[in-house]
């Protein structure tokens, strides 16, 4: 969904959260002469302050287009006490903020916040979602700060700033330390080495030759000892395990290499601290990017994790309300949320009802409505009524829970390529060890050549040296990434370019993947069966999450009627008593299982609607088709594009839908799909996905990340389309932000281009020690041509993996 | 050979100096949210003034 469609017929955008809502239900005011539009008092709140502080290039500069109501939340000031630092006259306050949209709501609240008088500065922190503020208590509240945000829009949270968050803060910092300090000092010992290659090729005079190796040492020791500490530390423990790692063989080339340059010095040979301190360098610089996205994807959990409230409201018996935190509460215990509150834990609701913001979950920015006997989530937002939930979960077990697990799971891992690095290391590090004392013992003992032998022995483990494997995996990762991201595709982890690259089938989900998802209304029959025909649709379908029901509620304006036990059936329908008669509304199928049997003619329309690719809807009323509803829904128009460029790279199609076989193919026939599944739920898609997989496919499932969760995490790659949270995020690896398709054949040319650059990265990295290391041995590599030979191919390796840079 | 000893000490100097910077960067949060930073910069400080009224006219041609 995006604002460059114009407001159907009759109804109206509001200017300020962009909700498209009937004309008559929104609130419209004159100002300036012109009349302009809200769907409630908070979005024209909200606007007025924008509007009268002239600070409407907010609403011109913002880039977040997808419409969505904003929670606006009571705030108390007291849960904020413990976080602030004041001394004395000033006081400051760094707490996480929720509502943050892009670049320009960050703007927008520091210009709000830092005009209030009393406040001296504001920064909203984009990465994190984070604001920090100072103020001067006597000239301002707390409270009246607070309120100033949660009035516009933007909730303020005690940021249950998380050990974990700031140890990964701080991990980046020493991080980006070791790394700066390394670059610097290597570039300063490039210089220097550059003169001493000089003087080894030119001659030079003896005491500036020595000056310039002091220097050398001097530049090269706190690369190896500071910046190479996470190595050393990370060899030493390896060691004492009794294991050999990519660190062991790194801290192993930068100490002989600075070992011996060491005793050169004073014995008067060429030196190789440039060679140990570009090792450290190189290899930093790989661990250094792996970090950074990872820590890029941990900040959208970090967001999602602060959600979720530190306690719970409890009522007493005696009407009294205390707050206890999450990890007392045990499942089966009641607990309150008021409209505002964020619900702590996950549960069934036992009592009330009210409109419940689940968009951080599902991404859907409608509210859904909860009543007794619905579930809720840890996270979700009560946004109208008072609900009273009994928990079902405990603190770890609850979908918030699960989803932030999920994606730190996907964060961990590494990419199977990347694997091999590792496992080579295994024995490569022993190898080469084995090697290298063998061409000293060689060289000494046969040829009776000690300097010889030692230097050939150095030269075997520079020429070692893994830094060009170190970066070819991490580096060509990034930047695909990277490069990829810009155009609106999110991959979670790089080992999916490798799953992508080899992939073989893609199964798409016909409804809001190959079409638009929003179906319209094309032909209603009404067999006269009950009065109000569409009244009691539209009211029964109003708790629908379908986009067929949606339809349904859309086309109707009027009040809608009161439904009791309601209850939905995942991909076939949703029944429950209006006025005490039954209603079911659904497939065919799920009428045949209510012992519903339609007239023959009845059924005759059924058939010509869908031979027409219109999905029909069938309404019963006590056990009597009452009616049917058709509806279409529009093939996306890059549809038929992609799905030919697909098949051109050598993939199969396959739709998968819960519709009637002949809507389908349908469908199908129209975007060039021969291939169809149809009549399946969301369990039959999975089971679809699993026999693909059975018979040797590699399947990527494409799909909205919600009915379709199941088959997505079936599948040996998920992608969903239009929007990336929560359960998108858990069940899928690739997220498409906006929604056109023809990003899927990009995606598919890109990952196969990253995948075969990293190969080309390794059979480089690999392929130049293979070569190096016998010449080393023989001795035929002196130490200085072995370390131009490292660099140059660590080089290769970057000038490779920048290839991807563009698409 | 001695002036090139010079530079050499004076091109470690500059060099020192843009590391000091680099701490004090990392230090003080400098480089905590390279995000946003590039959207700072196009902000007006002079909102007083008329300046976003004109943005704005920009923006909608």
Same mark, same amino acid.
């Given at each position: 969904?995006?604002?460059?469609?114009?407001?159907?017929?009759?109804?109206?955008?509001?200017?300020?959260?962009?909700?498209?809502?009937?004309?008559?239900?929104?609130?419209?005011?004159?100002?300036?002469?012109?009349?302009?539009?809200?769907?409630?008092?908070?979005?024209?709140?909200?606007?007025?302050?924008?509007?009268?502080?002239?600070?409407?290039?907010?609403?011109?500069?913002?880039?977040?287009?997808?419409?969505?109501?904003?929670?606006?939340?009571?705030?108390?000031?007291?849960?904020?006490?413990?976080?602030?630092?004041?001394?004395?006259?000033?006081?400051?306050?760094?707490?996480?903020?929720?509502?943050?949209?892009?670049?320009?709501?960050?703007?927008?609240?520091?210009?709000?916040?830092?005009?209030?008088?009393?406040?001296?500065?504001?920064?909203?922190?984009?990465?994190?979602?984070?604001?920090?503020?100072?103020?001067?208590?006597?000239?301002?509240?707390?409270?009246?700060?607070?309120?100033?945000?949660?009035?516009?829009?933007?909730?303020?949270?005690?940021?249950?700033?998380?050990?974990?968050?700031?140890?990964?803060?701080?991990?980046?910092?020493?991080?980006?330390?070791?790394?700066?300090?390394?670059?610097?000092?290597?570039?300063?010992?490039?210089?220097?080495?550059?003169?001493?290659?000089?003087?080894?090729?030119?001659?030079?005079?003896?005491?500036?030759?020595?000056?310039?190796?002091?220097?050398?040492?001097?530049?090269?020791?706190?690369?190896?000892?500071?910046?190479?500490?996470?190595?050393?530390?990370?060899?030493?423990?390896?060691?004492?395990?009794?294991?050999?790692?990519?660190?062991?063989?790194?801290?192993?080339?930068?100490?002989?290499?600075?070992?011996?340059?060491?005793?050169?010095?004073?014995?008067?040979?060429?030196?190789?601290?440039?060679?140990?301190?570009?090792?450290?360098?190189?290899?930093?610089?790989?661990?250094?990017?792996?970090?950074?996205?990872?820590?890029?994807?941990?900040?959208?959990?970090?967001?999602?994790?602060?959600?979720?409230?530190?306690?719970?409201?409890?009522?007493?018996?005696?009407?009294?309300?205390?707050?206890?935190?999450?990890?007392?509460?045990?499942?089966?215990?009641?607990?309150?949320?008021?409209?505002?509150?964020?619900?702590?834990?996950?549960?069934?609701?036992?009592?009330?009802?009210?409109?419940?913001?689940?968009?951080?979950?599902?991404?859907?920015?409608?509210?859904?409505?909860?009543?007794?006997?619905?579930?809720?989530?840890?996270?979700?937002?009560?946004?109208?009524?008072?609900?009273?939930?009994?928990?079902?979960?405990?603190?770890?077990?609850?979908?918030?829970?699960?989803?932030?697990?999920?994606?730190?799971?996907?964060?961990?891992?590494?990419?199977?390529?990347?694997?091999?690095?590792?496992?080579?290391?295994?024995?490569?590090?022993?190898?080469?060890?084995?090697?290298?004392?063998?061409?000293?013992?060689?060289?000494?003992?046969?040829?009776?050549?000690?300097?010889?032998?030692?230097?050939?022995?150095?030269?075997?483990?520079?020429?070692?040296?893994?830094?060009?494997?170190?970066?070819?995996?991490?580096?060509?990762?990034?930047?695909?990434?990277?490069?990829?991201?810009?155009?609106?595709?999110?991959?979670?982890?790089?080992?999916?370019?490798?799953?992508?690259?080899?992939?073989?089938?893609?199964?798409?989900?016909?409804?809001?993947?190959?079409?638009?998802?929003?179906?319209?209304?094309?032909?209603?029959?009404?067999?006269?069966?009950?009065?109000?025909?569409?009244?009691?649709?539209?009211?029964?379908?109003?708790?629908?999450?379908?986009?067929?029901?949606?339809?349904?509620?859309?086309?109707?304006?009027?009040?809608?009627?009161?439904?009791?036990?309601?209850?939905?059936?995942?991909?076939?329908?949703?029944?429950?008593?209006?006025?005490?008669?039954?209603?079911?509304?659904?497939?065919?199928?799920?009428?045949?299982?209510?012992?519903?049997?339609?007239?023959?003619?009845?059924?005759?329309?059924?058939?010509?609607?869908?031979?027409?690719?219109?999905?029909?809807?069938?309404?019963?009323?006590?056990?009597?088709?009452?009616?049917?509803?058709?509806?279409?829904?529009?093939?996306?128009?890059?549809?038929?594009?992609?799905?030919?460029?697909?098949?051109?790279?050598?993939?199969?199609?396959?739709?998968?839908?819960?519709?009637?076989?002949?809507?389908?193919?349908?469908?199908?026939?129209?975007?060039?799909?021969?291939?169809?599944?149809?009549?399946?739920?969301?369990?039959?898609?999975?089971?679809?996905?699993?026999?693909?997989?059975?018979?040797?496919?590699?399947?990527?499932?494409?799909?909205?990340?919600?009915?379709?969760?199941?088959?997505?995490?079936?599948?040996?790659?998920?992608?969903?389309?239009?929007?990336?949270?929560?359960?998108?995020?858990?069940?899928?690896?690739?997220?498409?932000?906006?929604?056109?398709?023809?990003?899927?054949?990009?995606?598919?040319?890109?990952?196969?281009?990253?995948?075969?650059?990293?190969?080309?990265?390794?059979?480089?990295?690999?392929?130049?020690?293979?070569?190096?290391?016998?010449?080393?041995?023989?001795?035929?590599?002196?130490?200085?041509?072995?370390?131009?030979?490292?660099?140059?191919?660590?080089?290769?390796?970057?000038?490779?993996?920048?290839?991807?840079?563009?698409? | 050979?001695?002036?090139?000893?010079?530079?050499?000490?004076?091109?470690?100097?500059?060099?020192?100096?843009?590391?000091?910077?680099?701490?004090? /960067?990392?230090?003080?949060?400098? #480089? !905590? @949210?390279?995000? /946003?930073?590039?959207?700072?910069? #196009? !902000? @007006?400080?002079?909102?007083?003034?008329?300046?976003?009224?004109?943005?704005?006219?920009?923006?909608?041609?």
């Amino acid at each position: 969904m995006s604002v460059t469609d114009a407001p159907r017929h009759g109804s109206v955008r509001c200017e300020h959260c962009l909700q498209e809502m009937p004309e008559r239900s929104s609130i419209s005011k004159k100002i300036d002469g012109q009349r302009h539009f809200f769907c409630c008092h908070g979005c024209l709140g909200v606007w007025e302050i924008v509007h009268g502080g002239s600070l409407d290039t907010f609403y011109n500069e913002r880039c977040d287009w997808t419409p969505g109501r904003p929670a606006f939340t009571a705030v108390n000031p007291a849960d904020f006490a413990s976080l602030i630092v004041t001394d004395g006259k000033t006081s400051r306050l760094d707490l996480s903020l929720s509502g943050i949209r892009c670049a320009s709501c960050v703007w927008l609240v520091e210009k709000v916040l830092s005009r209030l008088d009393g406040v001296l500065s504001a920064r909203v922190n984009y990465a994190t979602r984070r604001a920090t503020f100072e103020w001067r208590p006597e000239t301002i509240s707390l409270e009246k700060i607070l309120s100033t945000l949660s009035n516009m829009g933007y909730a303020p949270l005690p940021g249950n700033r998380t050990a974990s968050i700031d140890a990964a803060a701080a991990e980046k910092r020493e991080m980006l330390l070791r790394f700066g300090t390394a670059g610097f000092f290597s570039m300063q010992l490039m210089l220097i080495t550059a003169a001493l290659y000089a003087g080894f090729f030119q001659g030079m005079e003896t005491h500036y030759r020595t000056a310039f190796q002091l220097i050398s040492w001097v530049l090269s020791t706190p690369v190896i000892f500071y910046s190479g500490f996470p190595f050393l530390a990370g060899a030493f423990r390896s060691l004492r395990s009794g294991g050999a790692n990519m660190d062991v063989l790194v801290s192993l080339g930068a100490l002989s290499a600075y070992g011996y340059s060491v005793a050169m010095i004073f014995t008067g040979g060429e030196l190789f601290f440039d060679t140990s301190a570009m090792i450290v360098t190189f290899i930093l610089l790989g661990r250094f990017i792996e970090a950074g996205s990872r820590l890029k994807a941990g900040s959208a959990l970090t967001a999602l994790v602060e959600l979720q409230p530190s306690e719970a409201r409890i009522s007493e018996a005696n009407g009294e309300t205390t707050f206890v935190p999450l990890d007392k509460i045990s499942k089966g215990s009641l607990i309150e949320v008021i409209p505002g509150d964020r619900v702590p834990l996950d549960g069934t609701v036992a009592e009330g009802s009210a409109d419940v913001d689940e968009s951080m979950l599902t991404g859907e920015s409608v509210p859904v409505l909860k009543s007794r006997g619905s579930e809720v989530y840890a996270g979700t937002a009560s946004l109208t009524g008072r609900l009273l939930i009994r928990v079902t979960a405990e603190p770890h077990e609850t979908v918030l829970a699960r989803i932030v697990r999920t994606v730190e799971e996907a964060q961990a891992r590494k990419a199977p390529i990347q694997g091999i690095a590792d496992r080579t290391a295994a024995f490569f590090v022993p190898a080469i060890v084995l090697l290298a004392t063998g061409t000293l013992l060689w060289w000494s003992l046969v040829k009776g050549a000690p300097v010889a032998a030692l230097m050939n022995a150095v030269s075997v483990l520079v020429v070692a040296c893994p830094c060009a494997l170190g970066l070819a995996t991490p580096l060509a990762i990034l930047v695909g990434t990277t490069a990829i991201g810009r155009k609106g595709i999110l991959v979670k982890g790089g080992d999916l370019f490798e799953s992508v690259s080899r992939t073989s089938t893609v199964v798409f989900d016909k409804t809001g993947t190959l079409t638009k998802g929003r179906p319209s209304i094309t032909d209603t029959l009404d067999y006269q069966v009950s009065d109000r025909f569409m009244q009691h649709c539209a009211s029964l379908e109003a708790w629908s999450e379908h986009p067929a029901g949606k339809a349904i509620v859309a086309a109707w304006h009027g009040e809608r009627l009161r439904v009791k036990e309601f209850r939905a059936i995942p991909g076939m329908g949703v029944a429950g008593f209006i006025d005490g008669r039954q209603w079911i509304a659904g497939t065919p199928a799920l009428l045949q299982q209510e012992g519903v049997k339609p007239e023959p003619e009845q059924l005759q329309q059924v058939e010509a609607l869908r031979n027409e690719g219109k999905t029909v809807i069938l309404i019963a009323c006590e056990k009597r088709l009452a009616g049917l509803i058709a509806l279409i829904d529009t093939l996306r128009e890059e549809a038929t594009e992609m799905i030919a460029s697909l098949h051109a790279l050598g993939l199969k199609n396959i739709m998968l839908t819960g519709d009637h076989e002949v809507v389908a193919r349908t469908v199908a026939s129209h975007c060039g799909i021969t291939d169809v599944r149809a009549g399946l739920n969301p369990l039959g898609k999975a089971d679809a996905v699993r026999e693909l997989k059975q018979s040797g496919a590699t399947v990527m499932m494409a799909g909205d990340g919600i009915n379709d969760a199941p088959a997505l995490t079936e599948a040996d790659t998920g992608l969903t389309l239009g929007s990336a949270t929560g359960i998108a995020l858990e069940s899928s690896g690739i997220a498409i932000l906006n929604d056109d398709l023809r990003l899927i054949t990009t995606l598919f040319t890109h990952a196969r281009k990253s995948f075969r650059i990293i190969r080309q990265n390794l059979f480089w990295a690999f392929g130049y020690n293979m070569l190096a290391l016998p010449l080393a041995i023989s001795g035929i590599l002196h130490p200085i041509v072995s370390a131009i030979l490292m660099a140059t191919s660590s080089l290769v390796v970057v000038g490779n993996s920048l290839r991807l840079r563009n698409l | 050979m001695e002036s090139t000893f010079y530079l050499i000490a004076i091109g470690f100097l500059f060099g020192l100096a843009g590391w000091l910077l680099f701490l004090w /960067a990392v230090r003080s949060g400098q #480089l !905590d @949210d390279i995000e /946003a930073t590039k959207y700072r910069i #196009l !902000d @007006d400080d002079d909102e007083k003034e008329n300046s976003p009224k004109k943005k704005s006219e920009k923006v909608d041609k």
